[in-house]
């Protein structure tokens, strides 16, 4: 188990737009072994590679709230939305901008098409917390942080069990 330093607002690297994955190597396959570590280590819901300083188009999500329906762990490299449909409103917060949280809108239903560890391509489904996770991930791998979509004030989060991190 390796854990990554997490990056933290204000870091250029995330503000940057990330390069697309144009073939698996054994250094890709660490990063993500590492991305997954380091998301479950610090109890969030998703991770993007520029979150622990690498310009890639790598994603991990595992949105299992309920011990009998996995929703995760998910790997979308190179992922892309191709559809979406309605409207949620609700608290998200993340990994890089700690002890922070703030209402956001996103759609109800997300659908992506993205390329598993051996780059073949797969499209998945999300609603609710999934589809947020998704959207919020594939926000990062752009430059873009959820803070700039808060409704409202970004919120102190006292204790962590309210907020979902990602
Ligand atoms: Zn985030």
Redesign the pocket.
């Known amino acids: 188990m390796a854990l990554r330093n997490i990056r933290e607002m204000g870091d250029d690297v995330l503000a940057k737009v990330c390069r697309p994955v144009a073939e698996m190597t054994p250094r890709i396959k660490e990063l993500i072994e590492d991305m997954l570590d380091t998301m479950y280590d610090a109890n969030g819901v998703?991770l993007?590679a520029p979150?622990v300083g690498v310009l890639k188009r790598i994603v991990v999500i595992d949105a299992t709230t309920d011990e009998e329906v996995a929703q995760g762990p998910y790997i979308l490299i190179n992922p892309e939305i191709i559809e979406t449909r309605g409207e949620q409103t609700g608290q998200e917060g993340?990994?890089?901008?700690p002890g922070k949280a703030g209402m956001v809108t996103r759609p109800e239903y997300v659908k992506i098409k993205a390329l598993d560890v051996d780059m073949h391509e797969f499209e998945l489904e999300g609603t609710e917390l999934l589809a947020r996770a998704i959207c919020?991930?594939l926000d990062?791998l752009d430059g873009h942080?959820?803070v700039e979509k808060v409704e409202g004030e970004l919120m102190n989060v006292v204790t962590e069990e309210n907020s979902e991190?990602?």
């Open positions: 998703g993007a979150q993340c990994l890089s901008v919020h991930e990062h942080l959820y991190e990602a």
